[in-house]
């Protein structure tokens, strides 16, 4: 028997034992097999690997609904069983929603093994120290030290329900890779990182040379303390990741939006509301995004339009939201959304390229934005600092190491009419965190992006 | 017996050749979390998960594995030993672990009533009434919330120690948001602060609770007809409910002997503290005192024994401004001292915890407190500020990678000019780094003004762990601090 098949025949013996007893129910499984090689100091500094079996089931009673979960292993039936009934022995205790949760039907079994690589997956401690040795090779120094992490998995997601006999069930390989070189005296770091879902994908040869190209000029030139106001700045794929990821709550959300802290109302439907080069859209299609083919209430997924060219399209319903404020689910109860956000017309494909290339004005390179956060949902301002290589591109071809720098700013600033261009190559930066069950997520975004006229309004006089 | 299983293999791999070995079993960790918005109990959920921990230390690094499946225990500590062993062909410092005693104890959390023993009928019931109380005019969305930990654990490593800690925590709060007349939205958040001894369900005092409601209310629709926070350079005073936060961060994280070290450059960040700095570094004004006291009975960054079977201590950070300690593990003090080639740190802080059993452990906060000061009651510091704002609750954070500069938002301020209190503001926020904020601290409040507050879902290591911990405060008094940016 392979392993799908255990975990879809364990479900299966749940739902009938559920049946059997009349109860209600939705089961939740979710497998992970992670590793992860640390680099710190230019050693490894921890090499884990976990494997963990979760599961939740949500009982459901009218409109009372309660869940239980648990971490435990395919051989224990009996207590998951167990877990069924402790999850339906909490529901006759719970209160009643003032309004009718729905609880999932699948109306056909949908299976998706398409992110799943082997491969990428099983790739041994071996292979994994050798990557790194073989990017860095050269570049560390008496001072100048690796950090990083090599993590990668396998992620398995399946779902059953009482209330029909077909299961869903996911798959996924997943690689982030992120390769830190930092000064241990001056303290300046730099980065560069890779997301992949199959093994093919992950190329040690593109992150060797963007750290070359950092470390030459990080190596040689004292950084500045740059002075306020406003610069014209050009963004990487990591910082524009960051925005993009926040709208989830404050921009497309339309619960939150219900909520009161969503920078957009309804009247903004059909609105232009950002610059008409900005268009995102939430695209399961994309595989490395690791996306979810279907929603957990079974509803398919296809490529949704947030926003075109500008004009904000829809808001996102997931179901329990739905279900409270009278709305249509849009098929968003995912684990994470498949973000994509389109590439513009820039012939930009690497940061070489970037500081090569002739400018009309000084640009302040941002590849990475630290510890983001709302200041204002309503108004859509996030704060965050500069880190990880930015480089102040003067006019005149020559370039300076900022110290880092702060940003107060609205997503309607950011990504509103001082959009100057978008690079027409697109990439895809891996947001995945490991707090609790793993989630492998990605957001596909432009590699650069410039936008003029971004105030600074804190610049540290030292790292 | 599973522990005696444990035991034969903490053996078992010690004659393959590693220097090391612990396993935290977790026997049980379960929690029970409730949550109300607007009426809706939206999240009525339990949880349980047991398994097992390993971690080897060979030839100089480390290795981890970990399960919940312990029916071969023979194959989870063979994992832990070979990634160890790969580990070992690249290292700089072989880790060496400082010296510590074998220890066999217990250690239980004080608690009254076990909240896993209180009907959930009760803890609705509890959630319906404070529901009601923040059902007022003003009001659009209200939380309240109630969340329940207890966890079993058991510590055996290859120097002879056994340790196991039973710790029950109890977590609540209350939110209310309101939109004014502009369509901006405002929160206003009730996390209580710990009173008494004790940590179980008897901290869950209605009448507390209903009190605070009503403030909360009261303050957000002050909020909501309020001016803007001008942008100006004034004193801040910092009541706990912001006050633990900046302790939290520009303290706390800066002051993790992993990341001053180096040990969280990929992610977390690093720390603009050297260990030059150590016994010199004028951190702040001669007023700041500031200590990590696992030592406190109420607050859950206390733990009794911490992940590498160390005591819990109360050792001081920062006296009278001076820098003079860190958190730390027994890793982490050898490798500074090593690296300072003096004897900086005497030994383990015991401050290495991991979030769960399948999570290897890091420099973790305890209580990160700052000691009372001399200058009175709230009351008094208002009085002698000539241009200042209060400021309480918080909103948003956002801190630099070395810790060195902050931004935060926070939920209630009032201006005050020539000694009194003149109106409140929305939006009010303030920056600065964080050095010379700490030496603009001018007034710091009496034993009145202390509260100890917890942070019960503080983020970092890679894999991300999410941990407890609290901080005990007074209200404090800056300096020539940037408003409303």
Redesign the interface.
């Known amino acids: 028997m392979t392993m799908k098949e255990k975990i879809l025949n364990t479900l299966e013996q749940l739902r009938l034992y559920a049946l059997s007893k009349g109860y209600t129910v939705s089961i939740y499984y979710q497998e992970e097999d992670?590793s992860?090689?640390?680099?710190?100091?230019?050693?490894?500094?921890?090499?884990?690997?976990?494997?963990?079996?979760r599961m939740e089931i949500t009982a459901y009673e009218d409109r009372k609904?309660?869940?239980?979960?648990?971490?435990?292993?395919l051989?224990k039936i009996e207590e998951m069983k167990r877990?069924i009934e402790?999850a339906v022995e909490?529901?006759k205790?719970?209160?009643p929603?003032?309004?009718q949760p729905t609880v999932p039907v699948y109306h056909e079994a949908f299976i998706d093994e398409r992110g799943y690589d082997q491969a990428l997956a099983e790739i041994s401690?071996?292979e994994k120290?050798a990557f790194?040795?073989q990017v860095v090779e050269g570049l560390e120094t008496a001072d100048v030290?690796l950090?990083?992490?090599f993590?990668n998995g396998s992620n398995t997601i399946a779902m059953v329900n009482t209330t029909s006999a077909h299961p869903l069930y996911i798959r996924t390989s997943d690689a982030q890779v992120?390769i830190?070189l930092?000064h241990?005296v001056l303290?300046w770091?730099i980065q560069s990182e890779q997301s992949a879902q199959k093994k093919t994908e992950l190329s040690p040869h593109d992150l060797r040379r963007e750290l070359e190209f950092l470390m030459e000029h990080y190596q040689s030139d004292a950084p500045q303390q740059i002075p306020l106001g406003k610069y014209d700045i050009v963004f990487g794929s990591a910082a524009v990741a960051d925005m993009v990821g926040f709208m989830r709550y404050i921009v497309i959300n339309g619960g939150l939006m219900k909520?009161?802290?969503s920078c957009l109302?309804k009247e903004d439907m059909g609105r232009k509301v950002f610059s008409g080069k900005f268009t995102l859209t939430d695209d399961p299609t994309r595989l490395q995004t690791f996306p979810f083919g279907s929603d957990l209430f079974g509803i398919q997924r296809k490529p949704f339009p947030l926003v075109e060219k500008g004009i904000f399209n829809s808001f996102i319903w997931m179901q329990?939201d739905a279900d409270?404020f009278g709305e249509e689910a849009t098929g968003h109860t995912v684990p994470h959304l498949s973000l994509s956000m389109s590439g513009g017309t820039q012939q930009v494909r690497s940061l070489e390229d970037l500081a090569s290339q002739p400018r009309d004005s000084d640009l302040l390179y941002i590849p990475f934005l630290?510890?983001?956060?709302?200041?204002?949902?309503?108004?859509g301002i996030l704060?965050?600092?500069s880190?990880f290589g930015a480089l102040l591109l003067k006019k005149d071809g020559s370039i300076v190491i900022p110290y880092?720098v702060?940003l107060?700013q609205s997503l309607f600033d950011v990504f509103g009419e001082n959009v100057d261009w978008l690079s027409n190559e697109t990439t895809a930066y891996n947001t995945s965190?490991?707090?609790g069950a793993r989630n492998p997520a990605a957001i596909i975004v432009p590699r650069f992006t410039r936008v003029n006229g971004l105030e600074i309004?804190?610049s540290?006089s030292?790292? | 017996m599973m522990l005696d299983q444990i035991k034969r293999q903490i053996n078992r791999i010690k004659t393959r050749g590693a220097t090391y070995v612990d396993t935290r079993w977790y026997p049980v960790e379960e929690t029970n979390s409730l949550l109300m918005w607007n009426g809706n109990l939206k999240d009525a959920s339990s949880t349980h998960e047991s398994g097992l921990g390993v971690r080897v230390l060979f030839n100089g690094a480390w290795g981890f594995s970990a399960s919940s499946d312990t029916s071969d225990l023979t194959a989870l500590y063979d994992r832990a030993f070979d990634n160890a062993r790969i580990a070992s062909e690249r290292i700089a410092l072989p880790v060496r672990l400082a010296e510590k005693d074998a220890i066999q104890a217990k250690f239980v959390s004080p608690n009254k009533i076990n909240p896993f023993e209180v009907p959930l009928a009760e803890k609705i019931a509890f959630l319906n009434e404070m529901d009601k109380k923040l059902d007022q005019p003003g009001v659009t969305q209200r939380v309240s919330d109630l969340t329940f930990v207890r966890k079993q654990m058991i510590f055996v490593d290859s120097e002879g120690s056994e340790i196991e800690k039973v710790i029950t925590e109890v977590f609540a709060g209350l939110e209310v948001d309101g939109v004014d007349s502009e369509g901006g939205m405002h929160e206003r958040k009730f996390k209580p602060f710990r009173r008494g001894d004790t940590r179980g369900w008897e901290t869950i005092d209605l009448q507390h609770f209903s009190e605070n409601a009503e403030r909360i209310v009261r303050e957000l629709n002050a909020t909501l007809i309020a001016d803007p926070c001008p942008i100006d350079d004034r004193s801040v005073i910092l009541l706990p409910g912001i006050m633990y936060l900046q302790t939290h961060e520009t303290i706390g994280h800066a002051l993790e002997l992993d990341r001053i070290l180096g040990y969280e450059l990929a992610f977390a960040g690093g720390s603009f503290v050297t260990l030059d700095d150590f016994g010199k570094l004028r951190y702040g004004s001669e007023k700041l005192t500031a200590r990590a006291d696992a030592t406190l009975t109420n607050t859950p960054g206390s733990f009794g024994y911490d992940d590498d079977g160390i005591p819990a201590q109360d050792n001081l950070l920062i006296d009278k401004g001076i820098l003079v300690g860190a958190i730390t593990g027994r890793q982490m003090v050898e490798e500074a001292n090593a690296r300072a080639q003096r004897q900086i740190f005497q030994g383990s802080s015991g401050a290495n915890r991991a979030t769960a059993f399948y999570r290897v452990p890091i420099e973790r906060m305890t209580n990160i407190n700052i000691d009372p000061g001399s200058d009175g009651a709230l009351e008094d510091i208002i009085r002698k500020t000539e241009r200042g704002i209060v400021l309480d609750g918080d909103r948003s954070w956002s801190i630099g990678s070395n810790r060195e500069q902050f931004h935060f938002g926070t939920e209630a301020g009032w201006l005050v000019e020539d000694g009194r209190i003149t109106k409140a503001v929305k939006n009010a926020t303030y920056k600065g780094a964080t050095l010379p904020f700490w030496n603009s601290l001018t007034a710091v409040g009496d034993r009145s003004t202390w509260e100890v507050h917890y942070v019960a879902n503080c983020g970092k290591g890679q894999p991300n762990q999410i941990m407890q911990l609290g901080h005990g405060v007074p209200v404090c008094r800056f300096d020539n601090v940037r408003i409303g940016e």
């Not at chain 1, 609904?65 to 292993?73: E, F, K, V």
């Not at chain 1, 630290?370 to 108004?379: A, E, G």
């Open positions: 992670s992860l090689m640390r680099f710190a100091n230019s050693a490894i500094s921890l090499n884990t690997n976990e494997h963990l079996i609904r309660a869940s239980y979960g648990m971490i435990t292993d051989s877990g402790i909490m529901v205790h719970s209160m929603l003032t309004y401690n071996d120290l790194f040795n030290k950090s990083g992490i993590s992120s830190v930092a241990s303290k770091e909520r009161g802290f109302r329990d409270e630290h510890y983001m956060n709302i200041v204002n949902p309503s108004k704060t965050s600092s880190r880092n702060r107060t965190l490991s707090y309004s804190h540290n030292s790292y």
